[in-house]
C-alpha cells in the first residue's frame, strides 16, 4: 500500500522507505517528467525539420542562421542555456515560469541535434530518386514530402529515438530550476530522511524503465517505417 509524501519521515528505511517514496516520485514522473519530455520533443522536432529545411536551401541567406543556431546550441552546455532562459532574463524584465522555461531550453536544444540527424537522413536518400520524382513531373516540395521524407524519416528514428530517451533523463536539469519532476522529488524526499543513496538509486530505476518502454516502441515504430525503405 502506498502512503502519502507528507506520511514519510527520517526515521523511515529500507524497504519502507522505497516503497513511500515511490508514489511521490512516479507522481513527479506522470505531472512534469512525461510531459516536459513530450512536449520539448514534439516542438523540438518541428524546429529541427524547419532548420534542416533552411540548411539545405540553395540560399545562403537562409542557410546562415540555421548554422548560426545549431552551432551556438551544440557548442554550449544545456545546463547553461536552462540557466540564461530561467535566471538570465529576468534581468531584462522577461520571467517566465520554471515549466516553460525548461520547455523553451529543451525545444531549442532537441531543434538543434534534430536538424542535423534530420538534414544526414535526406541527405543519404540516393539522388536517383529525386531525379526520377522529376522525370514524372513531381515538383521538389510534393518529391519531398511522398518520397523523400518517408525514407529518410525511417533512416531517422534510431537516432532520434536516442535523443528522446536522452531528453527523458536530461529532464532530471528542469530539477535545478525549481520543476517538481521525478529527481526533484527525489532530492526533496533524500533531504528530509538523509537516505540519498537508497532514493538516487530508485529514481534512476525509475528511469531506467521509462527508457527501456521507450526502447522498445522504437522497434515497433522501425518495423512500421521498413515498408517505406526502397531495397
Not at 512516479?26 to 534542416?52: C, D, E, M, N, R
Request: net charge positive.
Amino acid at each position: 500500500m502506498f502512503l502519502q509524501n507528507n506520511t514519510i519521515t527520517a526515521e523511515m528505511g529500507g524497504w519502507e522507505l522505497f516503497i513511500n517514496s515511490l508514489l511521490p516520485m512516479l507522481s513527479g514522473a506522470i505531472k512534469y517528467t512525461i510531459p516536459l519530455t513530450l512536449i520539448s520533443f514534439v516542438g523540438g522536432l518541428i524546429l529541427a525539420l524547419v532548420l534542416a529545411m533552411m540548411r539545405l536551401s540553395k540560399s545562403r541567406v537562409i542557410q546562415l542562421p540555421s548554422i548560426i543556431f545549431v552551432s551556438a546550441i551544440r557548442g554550449t552546455p544545456l545546463l547553461v542555456q536552462l540557466f540564461i532562459i530561467f535566471y538570465g532574463l529576468p534581468n531584462i524584465g522577461v520571467n517566465l515560469d520554471p515549466f516553460i522555461s525548461a520547455v523553451i531550453a529543451f525545444i531549442l536544444n532537441v531543434g538543434a541535434y534534430g536538424s542535423e540527424i534530420i538534414r544526414a537522413s535526406i541527405l543519404s536518400i540516393p539522388k536517383g530518386q529525386w531525379e526520377a520524382a522529376h522525370t514524372i513531373g513531381m515538383s521538389r516540395w510534393t518529391a519531398l514530402r511522398r518520397i523523400i521524407l518517408p525514407q529518410a524519416a525511417r533512416v531517422s528514428v534510431p537516432p532520434l529515438s536516442n535523443s528522446f530517451i536522452s531528453l527523458v533523463k536530461d529532464t532530471s536539469l528542469a530539477s535545478l530550476v525549481l520543476v517538481a519532476e521525478l529527481f526533484r522529488k527525489a532530492q526533496e524526499i533524500a533531504a528530509r530522511t538523509y537516505d540519498f543513496l537508497l532514493l538516487y538509486v530508485e529514481a534512476a530505476l525509475i528511469y531506467w524503465v521509462i527508457c527501456f518502454v521507450l526502447s522498445l516502441v522504437q522497434v515497433v515504430i522501425e518495423k512500421r517505417l521498413d515498408r517505406y525503405v526502397a531495397r
